[in-house]
């Protein structure tokens, strides 16, 4: 791959300067002749250029040297000498300091810099997508509630998550589907066809009393209880209990799936799949059929008994011969059952259909998000991905913690609608979807959150999505000033790109060098699956440009009406810094303001 490369890459081909030095070193290294004691060539797969830590160590930091010492048999420290040597003559670097056992540190040129600058304002909207997906198929799953009820506040941060996390690996390059599974099946369904039917008797006049124990209380059923006697009339009540039944269960399901649909839409949530887990059990249950067939054949399937678990005992335990999966053959813990022994289905086999299903579709990722209570699923699903595909398919689950409610520090109290919890329309309704899906992100998702009303709607820097949305509203403030002193419309990307040259503060090379980070972070953020790290940096983006906002009053200023060629070299970083966020939110799925109030 390396000799692909004869000399350094150009700025408008590769945007991501790290990968770019990355291939630059490795040139480097390939031409020292370096002898491995094996006699086969270097590895240089460990090598590794990033951001140092320490920002007065300069621009970019690699391990080369230290990685690659032994197995040339070479001490690490004079090998990087030997590195940075050479790599002092590549015109974009301005300076190469050897640090600590082995670590090899440039300073890039400010020519280097201001190219890239150039680079970001040609490629506008574009800045920072990716190819390194390489159109992976991939099937991110998320939210999948039971469709029982108006979504709730603990779907909110695995709905954000996972929305997030698949509009970052598209922009990477991956070729990605958004799925979300309707627990349509199953005894919660029965509850909610009984609930209904209640309220149903009750529209129809009936004094039902105090809702029983074990079924949902919600006031959100009534609407539906309602529109069923507006086109049965009271003519369910006349029919046999299991017909009247199922019709109920059909008209509920479609409900309370638009009910949830429109919830998520309200957080700018917008799945293209919908799977049914009743389609899994029709035709006689064949999609399940099918697939315990394949894994029997496979040899993953066998007859027989399960010891006891330790503690409570799971619903689909029994003490006789059953129809297991080996799943501690492929990385599970137990065995796990599949066919009970009165011939029904257990919870389990469904899933061996789903997954299946998945992989007859053709993902080659399989990306699972659930709540943490959902943490025994891991190895289950882990192991059923090893026996159904081998190594064809690689499935990660990405657990979210609790989201924790308060206002002004103080807990937030149930939703009466809902009549258990606080639903995701409450909180939107209360807060707007950017500052939920902003916050939601900035936590780790295995880390618990709190989220405090108050506090994600105040306008501080202490807020991080007001940060960076009044970061955006500059950005337009500064371009609206400038047309309207310089009496003219502002040129067009590509021609303030041309006086980009004309920067020369250090302020201004720090602005650039950071969003010059973008298109790495895009790239790691999806490699590792996590899309914290996209407000992380938002929010830093924001500070930088924030800080150089305030240096206006140091001859800083954007808009000199005597100086219209620096002038427009200025409003050429503002429109990479609004690109760069608006991009940013874009993804996260929040806007980017023109102006806040």
Partial sequence: MLSNHAG?????????????????IARVVEGLSLAPADGGPLDLSRLTVSPPRDEAHGDIASNAAMVLAKAA???????????AEALRQDPDVAAVEVAGPGFVNLKLADRFWLNALKTMLAQGASYGRSTVGGGRKTNVEYVSANPTGPMHVGHCRGAVVGDVLANL???AGYDVTKEYYVNDAGVQIDVLGR?????????LGEDIGEIPAGLYPGDYLVPVAQSLVAEFGGKLGEMPEDEALAIVKERTIEAMMLLIREDLAALNVRHEVFFSERSLHADNARKIRTAINELTLRGHVYKGKLPPPKGQLPEDWE???QTLFRSTEVGDDV?????????????FAA????????YERGFEEMIFVLGADHGGYVKRLEALARAVAGDKVTLTVLLCQLVKLYRDGEPVRMSKRAGEFITLRDVVDEVGRDPIRFMMLYRKNDAPLDFDFAKVTEQSKDNPVFYVQYASARCHSVLRQAKEQLGTEIPAAAELAKRADLLVDPSEIALIRKLAEYPRLIESAALAQEPHRLAFYLYDVANAFHSHWNKGDIGLRFVNVNNPELTYARLGLVQAVLGVIASGLALIGADAPAEMR
């Fill in 8 to 24: 350094p890459r150009r700025m408008d081909v590769f945007m991501n300067i790290f990968a770019d030095f990355n291939a630059r």
């Fill in 73 to 83: 048999g070479v001490n690490p420290r004079a090998l990087a000498e030997r590195i």
């Fill in 169 to 171: 690996m598209a922009f």
């Fill in 195 to 203: 609930s209904v039917m209640l309220r149903y008797r009750e529209a």
């Fill in 319 to 321: 003490d006789r011969e």
């Fill in 335 to 347: 065995d796990r059952p599949l066919v009970k022994s009165d011939g029904s289905y257990t919870y």
């Fill in 351 to 358: 899933d061996v259909a789903y997954l299946y299903d998945k």
